[in-house]
């Protein structure tokens, strides 16, 4: 069993910044690419952020691309967004998922192609 846990969600200033941590469980998680989801109320999921098992390679959806950064120190099973400029259309629940593709080079924003997903921490930008 895979867990995934996100944190460092709060409330932020527009224009703030905010660093989110996902920490997974398995000794395996530094062969899986990891995403970031999130979800505003009546709104779908959507993709933000995605990188490589390697973390050479990284892809970001346009609302976020020059503003969000996303990293990984597999080390410490650890994948990080780090949100900055940050606007009340930010506001959302930010999930962590795992790629189910081992060892695959390039990052996804298909939904289909992650397995596993956190339970989600809230982000709420303020104007």
């Known amino acids: 069993q895979v867990q995934l846990v996100e944190s460092g969600g709060g409330l932020v200033q527009a224009g703030g910044s905010l660093r989110l941590s996902c920490a997974a469980s398995?000794?395996?998680?530094?062969?899986?690419?990891v995403g970031w989801y999130r979800q505003a109320p009546g709104k779908e999921r959507e993709f933000v952020a995605a990188i490589s098992w390697s973390g050479i390679r990284t892809y970001y959806a346009d609302s976020v691309k020059g503003r969000f950064t996303i990293s990984r120190d597999n080390a410490k099973n650890q994948v990080d967004l780090q949100m900055n400029s940050l606007k009340p259309e930010d506001t959302a629940v930010y999930y962590c998922?795992?790629?189910?593709?081992?060892?695959?080079?390039?990052?996804?924003?298909?939904?289909?192609?992650?397995?596993?997903w956190g339970q989600g921490t809230q982000v709420t930008v303020s104007s």
């Open positions: 398995g000794r395996t998680f530094s062969t899986y690419g």
């Open positions: 998922a795992r790629d189910r593709r081992r060892y695959y080079s390039e990052p996804s924003q298909r939904r289909d192609n992650y397995d596993y």
